[in-house]
């Protein structure tokens, strides 16, 4: 099979086109598929879930040489969220040198750089040493329950698990060529509630004050750093989101006050650990409190090795910039990828992702997809 090179700004419009509000009811990953299997990949589509949570996901495999390569992303977007576009969210419009429409940067044109530059590979490259596939989901944005997750298990099932792993969402801020991703923070959000006795402010004998007994928890909570960084983290942080008594009275101690906080935490940490270090400190000053804490993901680290510096040096050897090795912002799939293969992002510029008027510059999706290409020739040609 002979495969011409394909334009990266039509295949990304051809995705826009089809409006994939998470998640995704399916006709762009079918339109994805078909333009993959016209380049020899063989396609399986894998929805996951019934009734309004079913999500298509799609898995693509060309060859089935070592090394393997995946490319990871989502086909899912975000609502547009206003009617004020300056060009519909779902037109695909070119103007000026930019492609408006919702998923522009976050991340169809991520996608569809990853195809072109495939093609462009192969055109040079008929029969590659090692294989290439793609591992896309339709349930990124919203719980992301029957995505990626489901598609790693049926991969590991499979015998499918790659090598390496490139997840093409948005990581730069400005230019692209900046940042490299080689792991995330972890979260966590607990809810902690104080009950006491409620009673009047000149008889405090009588009462048992909530407040006091929260400000005593809040204070020894944050009376500290977590921790001062790690190798490839900045440092963790805990941040109190809110602290509700509901008390409109000023003669009143209340029966009841509760706060909530957020943990984004390093490598140094596990959300256990944290879940464990929060209750003792309630114990500690209010003995009885509820504590609810639910971890959104642990902490990951791709420690750079041969992966990461074939993907640093298609970046430099396309751009010129020394991209930078970043664990920070917020959660992404990679959170899964990363429980099986080595993982690392690497995308477009993210500064419009999620706004009125996404949109990407037509120069960037051509180098994104040079970058692609380097990459592809240093890994698996
Ligand atoms: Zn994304």
Redesign the pocket.
């Known amino acids: 099979m002979t495969t011409q090179p394909l334009d990266v700004t039509t295949l990304t419009a051809d995705l826009i086109r089809h409006p994939s509000v998470s998640p995704d009811p399916g006709e762009s990953q079918i339109a994805l598929g078909a333009t993959l299997e016209a380049m020899g990949f063989v396609v399986t589509h894998l929805p996951f879930g019934e009734g309004a949570e079913r999500t298509p996901n799609l898995f693509a495999r060309l060859g089935t040489g070592k090394p393997h390569l995946c490319f990871a ?2 086909t899912d977007v975000v609502p547009p969220g206003g009617s004020d576009w300056a060009h519909g969210p779902f037109a695909g419009t070119v103007e000026n040198g930019r492609l408006y429409g919702r998923g522009a940067c ?2 169809k044109g991520g996608i569809a750089a990853f195809v072109a530059a495939v093609s462009a590979f192969l055109a040079r490259t008929p029969t590659p040493r090692g294989s290439i596939s793609l591992l896309i989901t339709g349930d ?2 919203g719980p992301a329950r029957f995505g990626t997750r489901k598609v790693l298990e049926w991969m590991k099932q499979h015998d499918l698990i790659p090598d390496f792993c490139v997840v093409g ?2 990581t730069n801020p400005v230019a692209i060529g900046e940042v490299i991703k080689i792991g995330r923070r972890g979260s966590l959000n607990a809810h902690i509630v104080v009950n006491g006795r409620q009673g009047h402010v000149a008889y405090p004998h009588r009462a048992d004050n909530p407040v006091h007994r929260l400000l005593h928890v809040l204070a020894e909570l944050t009376a500290a750093p977590l921790d001062n960084g790690s190798e490839w983290f900045e440092p963790s942080s805990l941040q109190v989101t809110s602290v509700d008594v509901g008390n409109t009275a000023t003669n009143v101690i209340p029966a009841m006050a509760e706060a909530r906080l957020n943990i984004r935490f390093n490598d140094l940490h596990t959300g256990a650990a944290l879940r464990g270090w929060i209750e003792t400190i309630c114990m500690r000053h209010a003995p009885g409190a509820t504590v609810n804490v639910s971890i959104s993901g642990e902490s990951f680290l791709t420690k750079p090795g041969p992966d990461v510096s074939a993907l640093s040096a298609a970046v430099k050897a396309v751009t010129g910039r020394e991209p930078k090795l970043d664990t920070g912002g917020g959660t ?1 799939d990679a959170r899964f990828i990363a429980q099986y293969c080595p993982v690392a992002e690497f995308g477009l510029v993210g500064a419009s ?1 999620h706004q009125i008027d996404e949109h990407v510059a037509v120069s960037d999706l051509a180098c994104l997809t040079a970058i692609y290409e380097n990459l592809l020739e240093r890994t698996v040609a």
């Open positions: 992303g989502h976050d991340m990124e944005e969402e948005p992404s992702m």
